[in-house]
């Protein structure tokens, strides 16, 4: 369309701007477009959206400087949305602001009203044929031409009411563009999780894991993650501690998939049948939570894929099946499967075999899939696979397990991925998490993934918890579960498990990944009340379900991490629902420090006092000014103070 | 096209992306791409280029961190040209990168040496299909399936030639995967250009300003930009100083653009007529220098086009026509066009107008043009302006005269104009410089808008120039004039003219826009010594005529601003060539300072001595290291080094 008025949409947009960005159901989503005109115009301009069943809305975007117009969409339903920003040249708004300048000049503004009338004309036609009153614009228009007032009245009648400006501002005018971007919109679990992680052989199958969840609910978790459930290979199957010569009896690695007794859709004859699987189903939804399976696409060298499908693995020279390997490591357990063999249709057989896997789970009820070494994968791959899925089943939650280089990662999330594993289990320091949250909470990263944070995994003990006491975990636990909408933990978490596998090694010592663990779940001490403290304030705060209002605030203390968030209109009484988390990085001194607190951006910022709650020990300070002093102790198991902030 | 490998071009391109981006030929153009695939493999990664007759060429691209390759060329015709960059998985190098950890590892190679040689024969099929030598290749893979050979000597074969691993990566090979973007080539000359700016009628018309061509060839000046030359209004016509009451005999300002003695393509009588006019081209052709026209799109009131086409103009419910305006300021010699009139074909009609204006002086052998005022009237108009001409004269140059927003800057030289005026003539602490400059030298801004630094301009003195002694104008000078490749000076300049219109207002006092002024250009002290030699040194130098090289480098005195430029292979002997500029940012004292030079970057850091040439005062330095000391005193006329470094 050719119009005078040039419109960019640069929020939501991803990095290569040619697929859509993401957003979740009920999420404040921020809209931002460059709009310039020739001249000395004023534009309006306008958002709107809608979603597949056409639900959508409208809204007035705010001018900024230098052509930036910014507003925000809700979005009420799943699935794709068009994201439309309109724009146009506001002649009345122009005429508006000279004819001010003319007046205080006391130049003759005789064929000025006049003008101004015509434009308040015009906007009655537009307003009358877009449905708004125009009753208000013809009264001031008239006023403007009524010959038996003054000047200064009949200027007062096209000026002065507030209202008129803004019914006119509100109705597209002379000149309309507009630029168009899509947006995917997830349901509201894909942005605000809390997830666990078991090996179900570890509580003798589904039976024992039902018997598990209403200790999880109490907990506060929303998603049960189970590593891979179906048959295990035996060829090369690893022992204990990653060994390569297992005792008989030892249960393999599920992530040796595919045995005699099946591949990716069926299931490991110890766990359950069918029907057990099911019932496990069923039973979590009763409990608030949902089953996440593991899309791991890789087979055993027993697979049934193996046999049937030869044409689906790298061949070497002397005809045997390349196994993993990291040259030198060898992994002989493992096949990876060629994703792009030479053959069209072989491809087109195998993306769809991996297709049916999935939507036999997705039949089976389940909508949350933790996919395994996605980068090693072709991204085209993906691309296809999440949105064929998505198009019948746009409930299905896709989470990358993908510990790669940043721009691999972003690109996992551009292509579909719901949310995404992050570095965050690697960064310990104040600047480095302020660095790290800083980006993943800009644009365009928070318009791309949404970053699911684990402080550990079944492979994963880093940092501060290697040598760390109970408290180093309840430290990492406040950050991950506060820091971004979405988080999880590998059971055994709360109970403060740190055996490295060795001194160089990031893996657990006597890891569940190659042999049943039994714990004692109520022993002391252990996080549980932490971690029900936490998941329960999450649910109480709006605040606490977005990344996009973090916000870092200062302390003199380095070791003390200080962080909010807002969330509009959902507080006490409607109002903004502020959150405030401080934590203590040292999990074995006490530490104190002045913090420097953004107190105007949070809304407090009047001088007057406001109450900080901690929801953590229940206690409530009386603060006033930007400078509230605090102290955390880990020996009395107080990691952070996690306080709701009001005024008052 | 469905591949493994996603390739996105991150440079050349404009912000928008959509429209070409920009570069000159000749000029060494940085191509970046972001080139990703799943896994662990190698890639390699090529950009071609082609232009309209099919001129172009092909370079290996090389991989930086994070998936980054980048490349360069140099475009060697002029028009819109097609970038390609094509990315592939190379099989053999991430074969030749495993095998050699296996080696170390001791591992049995057997089967793995037959792998290396089918990468090879593959390559081999490859090569010969796209003309590159494949006998090293073919003579490698012989050599690792050779029984008679130990494994070491077989492996020894397959990997050691170096030149067989280039010869193998410069062979687009599996999963080949390709993006375009488009680059819009210029000729040299808008890319480096030295503009001089007079008003014939101060001369006596045409014949008069082709008696300055030989002082103006001898100053080094390759533009002659002339004011608007045709008819000038007498209605409203402005009197000297700009006062509303001119004196008979007043010229009035040109841009009050038309009489009844013709419009946009009619000759003011009083400079000469269209022979006249062809005589000033021709004679400066012969000095070296082009004729750039002024092309203003605003009319006085006696104008030909208000009277034959009044439906182009704003008019009043009186009937009569708006005027341009700033509220409350009247500007009534000047009748702004209405580019946007509601009847699309009076607006077809009135762009047509002007388009056929500038096709009648391109006719005439006119092929510069600096654009008055360009944000005041439709980018979309601009866009179809400039590639309706270029299509058909891709020689043709367009200045854009815009003093307005960043955005609105950058989205100018976006739709196609050739060279910016900017904010230099504001710009003048170190850090100011540094800053602005550091946005202009990157991408996207130095893809996108070539800037043309004015240290004044009829209606423009600024800054250190406003009070200044000559060396102000020296300093202002020099900083232009190496800069960037494309400057200009309003004449006067070289004398230091510098009386403001007032204490408040950045015009000049008798300025030449509304009077005639004659001036002695042999007075003393003048700045045309330094003018001649810096244009001398400028053409001199391949490292002044890019933008894409500049640095700065560090000094212990904020009155010093360092900066070097370099171009490769084409310095002393087929080198680099390397030009480090000094310049004392006080006119009235004498600074001085150790620098502190980034002498790695300027390829002189190997700690040997090197000679640093001033092209101002024929001086060698022989300098060691990176911190140098310099001295400038403006007292003895020496407002900068102008360096040429050499190693030795």
């Known amino acids: 369309m050719l119009s005078p008025v040039l419109v960019d949409i640069l929020r939501p947009l991803t990095p290569r701007g040619s697929r859509p960005a993401k957003t979740t159901v009920g999420e404040a989503t921020p809209v931002l477009a460059l709009i310039i005109k020739d001249g000395h115009d004023e534009l309006g301009a306008a958002l709107g959206w809608s979603g597949p069943s056409g639900e959508g809305g409208w809204a007035r975007m ?10 925000e969409l809700t ?46 004309d015009h906007l009655v036609q537009r307003a009358t044929s877009s449905g708004s009153a125009a009753g208000g614009l013809r009264a001031a228009a008239a006023g403007l031409r009524d010959g038996s007032l003054t000047v200064d009245a009949r200027l007062a009648a096209g000026l002065r009411p507030d209202a008129i400006a803004a019914a006119a501002a509100l109705v597209p005018d002379w000149d309309l563009s507009e630029a168009e971007v899509a947006l995917w919109v997830d349901r509201e679990r894909a942005g605000f999780s809390a997830w666990y992680e ?95 399976l593991d899309y791991a696409l890789q087979c055993s060298p027993d697979h049934p894929w193996v046999r049937q499908h030869p044409e689906w693995f790298t061949r070497l020279p002397d005809g045997s099946i390349r196994y993993a390997e990291n040259p030198p490591k060898k992994y002989q357990d493992i096949y990876p499967i060629d994703f792009w063999p030479e053959d069209t249709a072989d491809r087109r057989a195998l993306w769809t075999a991996c297709r049916e896997v999935l939507v036999h789970w997705v039949d089976l009820g389940v909508r949350i899939f933790r996919v395994d070494n996605p980068h090693t994968k072709p991204f085209a791959f993906w691309e296809w696979l999440i949105a064929s899925v998505q198009e019948e089943h746009p409930d299905v939650i896709f989470l990358a397990e993908a510990f790669t280089d940043p721009p691999r990662m972003l690109a996992l999330g551009e292509i579909g991925f719901t949310q995404s594993y992050t570095y965050f289990t690697w960064r310990h320091s104040r600047w480095e998490l302020e660095q790290y949250l800083g980006e993943l909470a800009s644009a365009p990263s928070v318009d791309t993934m949404r970053p699911n944070f684990w402080p550990n995994t079944p492979d994963i003990l880093e940092g501060v918890l290697r040598d760390g006491p109970l408290g180093a975990f309840a430290l990492r636990f406040v950050l991950a579960s506060t820091l971004t909408p979405n988080y999880g933990i590998f059971s055994g978490f709360e109970l403060g498990e740190n055996l490295p596998a060795s001194a160089d090694n990031t893996e657990y010592w006597d890891s569940e990944k190659y042999q049943v663990v039994k714990r004692d779940y109520g022993a002391q001490p252990n996080l549980s009340p932490l971690i029900s403290a936490v998941n329960a304030s999450r649910r109480r705060h709006p605040a606490l379900r977005t990344l996009r209002t973090l916000r870092f605030h200062g302390c003199d203390n380095d070791q003390l991490l200080v962080y909010s968030k807002t969330s509009e209109g959902t507080g006490t009484a409607g109002g903004r629902d502020i959150v405030l988390v401080v934590v203590n990085l040292d999990p074995r001194s006490p530490q104190a420090g002045t913090l420097d607190l953004e107190i105007g951006a949070l809304g407090l910022g009047d001088g007057a006092p406001y109450t900080a709650h901690d929801e953590l020990t229940d206690t409530a300070y009386s603060w006033t000014g930007r400078h509230p002093w605090v102290y955390l102790n880990p020996a009395v198991g107080q990691p952070a103070h996690l306080l709701h902030l009001r005024p008052g």
């Open 62 to 71: 705010t001018q900024g400087e230098l052509g930036r117009f910014s507003g």
């Open 75 to 120: 979005p009420t339903e799943v699935g794709r949305h068009r994201v439309v920003v309109q724009a146009w040249t506001d002649r009345y708004a122009g005429w508006r602001r000279d004819v001010v300048k003319r007046a205080a000049a006391g130049q003759d503004l005789t064929v000025e009203l006049e003008v101004g009338a015509r434009h308040l």
């Open 198 to 292: 078991l090996f179900p052989r570890s509580y003798g199958g589904f039976g024992g894991v039902i018997e598990e969840l209403p200790r999880l609910e109490a907990l506060g978790f929303d998603v049960l993650y189970l590593p891979p459930i179906h048959p295990i290979g035996h060829t090369y199957r690893k022992g204990r501690n990653n060994t390569l010569d297992p005792e008989p009896g030892d249960p393999g690695s599920p992530w040796a998939i595919g045995s005699e007794e099946g591949g990716h859709d069926a299931i490991h004859p110890e766990l359950g049948d069918e029907a057990d699987f099911l019932e496990l189903v069923a039973a979590a939804q009763r409990h608030g939570m949902e089953v996440a």
